[in-house]
Nanobody
Framework: QVQLEESGGGLVQPGGSLRLSCMIS????????MDWYRQAPGKEREVVAT???????NYANSVKGRFTISRDNYRNALYLQMNNLKTEDTAFYYC????????????????WGQGTQVTVSS
């Protein structure tokens, strides 16, 4: 079964950095959209950054200039480099991917990871 797995979360002081990883395990035919979302307690899940396809990246205004997405197509991985972290970045971070499982099936599916906790506190 195809799954997403996030890692790299943890506790960091304000101004510090973390690098999150999202790995697609299992066999897929293709992937285009790979995105990062986050959700803080009492708030709706929000977009952090999106990559509709390799080479195209969009960032939420709240993280522009601080967060950077990169993709590894060989490993089917998505990374989120987070610099100059702020307390308001504290949230559960989720990876989302749009994939095609087989060349025989034209329908794509949306996969969500289980999330990784990021806590920014002194």
């Amino acid at each position: 079964q195809v799954q997403l797995e996030e890692s790299g979360g943890g506790l960091v002081q304000p101004g510090g950095s973390l690098r999150l990883s999202c790995m697609i395990s299992g066999e897929i035919f293709a992937v285009n959209n790979m995105d990062w979302y986050r959700q803080a307690p009492g708030k709706e899940r929000e977009v952090v950054a999106t990559s509709p396809q390799p080479g195209t990246i969009n960032y939420a205004n709240s993280v522009k200039g601080r967060f950077t997405i990169s993709r590894d197509n060989y490993r089917n991985a998505l990374y989120l480099q987070m610099n100059n972290l702020k307390t308001e970045d504290t949230a559960f971070y989720y990876c989302r991917a749009k994939v095609w499982l087989s060349v025989e099936v034209p329908n794509s599916v949306i996969l969500w990871g289980q999330g990784t906790q990021v806590t920014v506190s002194s």
